[in-house]
């Protein structure tokens, strides 16, 4: 009587492709030109060096640069018939022009080997296109490969069990040879799946005999099977189960096709995830473009039309879409207020908190014309309409066009800079942000502009950006650079401080930034 016994194969994994000189189809050309041009032989011997030969007089590694040596390079006398009429060259000469041939077929090879695994990168980076109606759902394709990897292996039936989010239940969701009823059966918990267990660490396991080996508990009651784990790159997704009506044994090559077949399976399943991915994946990104067009288009484009007065300002968010804004708008009697701010998140939430700031400051600024009492109602308004986590930090300004005067209030620590003819000062006043506390009262400064004299405020993009040198661009370098061409147009002021910030984008993480110019002509 010949027992039974369980059969796990463990799945090896390749070792690394080591480059080769047949790679370079051309080298024994080479060496022959080498001989007749030098009367030196060049020779290629594959792994360590030998100079046990006599005739072998210098040899030099062929570093592909994958950690191994693919081989080497030797030198020897060459023969008769290779010299002709002419003597051989010096032979260090020889040496150094076969060291340098050594270094060109190393780095052969090593972008060999690189366009070889480039070219595997880019097969995976294929885009996925959804599958016309045509074509077969996924269930019939899953029971399609089920079948032509059953009977590959002379199986008649097949089973696909995949792990709940818990990972704690295996579930069949796709079969082959097994009746419909099946799918409403409940899931199996894994604590008792004793063989898919076995096969979730890498195994094939092998029940030749089921009814012998009933404690192994397999799925299904079939004279003999074969169970292979389910699994992408980083994630197992299940077990594929193999059934066969008689006790029989299952070799290297059966158990291969079925491990190829649940390669397939997890490819399928995959690709179908992934399929998912993308479609949701540009859906958000045509979103996040239309949202993108729509802060970009929100930022005043035309400078206000009033006399003796020039308004500029700019915006770049870091990513899509950020927090950072400039604003203004008039509130008649010859009041124009004007803003810059940045909200204190990132993305799409910095982006719709930005939105919050900018309707509230129009709304409130028809009722409110004095810069700290219009800041006092924004901030209610935010804390009142959140969930008391967003932050912002904001300039506010109301502008008298008729005497010059500029009332403004700040929240948080916007940069604010006075340009005169003399030179510059810091008018920043830190505050609490706008959002900490519906309690918040601030406080409204005023200052005259007088003709030829210029406000700059400005964000954090601005004040931390760094030069390569780890410099910061700071409130000090910018208040420089402005007072020295405070004499041009607030265009060309909020230009020159664009073309200082890009030669202080050194850090990877870029914030958003923003800076407006008020000038009296």
Known sequence: MTSKQLKIYAEKSPGAKQPSMADVRDLPDFIEAFEEATGWSLGYRSGEPSHRSSDCLWSTPVNPGVGASAGHLTLEAGTSD????????????????????AGMLGQMMDTGRSLWQREAELAAGVPLVPRGNDEKHLAEQLEAVLRGGAMAV??????????????????????WGLPSERYTAPARPLRDA??????????AIVLEDTHSMQRWNPPEDFASAVCVPIASSTTILGTLWMFCDEPRDFGDRQTNVVEIVAGRLAADLEREM????????????????????????????????????DIAGWTAQAG???????????L????????AGDAMDQGIEAAMAANTIKASLRSHGQH????????TQVNRTVWTGSAGDQYATIFCGIINSATGLLHYASAGHPGVLLLDGDGWKSAAQPCPPLGESPETEYRQRRCRLNPGEAMVVFTDGFRDARAPD???????GLAELLSDHLHQSAERLVQIARERLEGHTADTKLDDRTILVIRRR
């Open 320 to 330: 899509p879409m950020g927090g950072d804004f400039f604003d203004w708008f008039s």
């Open 368 to 375: 409110y014309r004095r810069a700290g009492r219009l800041l």
């Open 274 to 309: 992934l399929l998912h991915e993308s479609i949701d994946s540009a859906r958000m990104k045509r979103q996040l473009a239309a949202g993108q067009r729509l802060q970009r288009g929100q930022l005043p484009a035309v400078a206000p039309l009033l006399d003796d007065w």
């Open 470 to 476: 780890g410099t910061l661009l700071g409130e000090a």
């Open 154 to 175: 002379g199986c008649q039936a097949a089973a696909l069990y995949m792990l709940d989010e818990a990972t704690t239940e295996l579930k069949l969701r796709s079969a």
């Open 82 to 101: 290779t010299l002709g009429h002419h003597s051989p060259i010096d032979k260090h000469a020889a040496q150094h022009l076969a060291s340098a041939t």
């Open 332 to 339: 008649g009697d010859g009041l124009l207020a004007v803003a």
């Open 194 to 203: 004793l063989a898919d267990l076995e096969a979730m660490l890498g195994h």
